[in-house]
């Protein structure tokens, strides 16, 4: 069983992860909308991941005896200029997301709740994987600009993307 506290923290990121697949939906349709469609796929299993996070919070929620509160998603941003504001905001969405991860872990360290603080390191892990493939990204456009070959070709790599469910406990 979980503290009151601690299933307060627990929802919210449910409903943030829930908010982020949402976030990314609203990407890869720009993407597509700007001829991207490589990007949009990116975006897309992005998408998938985040409802996937979501997914596991939902679940151990429930494992745990917890009630489930679902809020109400804000509508996200839908218009962006380019591909690399694309990944300036991806970047940036991640962040947060990191440390709102990092803030669960650091609550369940205080109320010695060591189960969601175990359960929680994948997430700790994932998140570091997360920002640097957003960073990976962002560090060829750079290189490649925002048009052209360059842009092409990151745009074919990333419509290779597939979503693969981690094999997690």
Do not use: C
């Not at 709740?113 to 570091?128: A, K, R, Y």
């Not at 074919?156 to 094999?167: G, I």
């Amino acid at each position: 069983m979980i503290s009151k506290k601690m299933l307060k923290a627990l929802n919210k990121q449910l409903n943030f992860e829930l908010y982020s697949a949402y976030v990314y939906l609203a990407m890869a349709a720009n993407a597509n909308t700007m001829g991207l469609k490589g990007f949009s796929n990116w975006f897309h299993v992005q998408f998938q991941e985040e409802l996937f996070h979501a997914d596991k919070f939902y679940n151990y929620i429930l494992d745990q005896d917890g009630e489930v509160e679902l809020e109400q998603i804000d509508k996200p941003k839908k218009e962006y200029k380019d591909a690399q504001e694309l990944f300036d905001v991806s970047l940036e969405h991640e962040r947060e997301v990191t440390r709102r991860i990092y803030d669960i872990a650091s609550l369940a360290l205080e109320e010695k709740d060591h189960g969601t603080h175990s359960w929680i390191q994948w997430f700790i892990t994932e998140q570091q994987e997360e920002e640097a493939n957003v960073k990976d990204i962002k560090d060829k456009l750079k290189l490649a600009g925002s048009t052209g070959q360059g842009l092409f070709m990151i745009n074919t790599e990333l419509a290779a993307r597939v979503f693969t469910p981690p094999a997690v406990p």
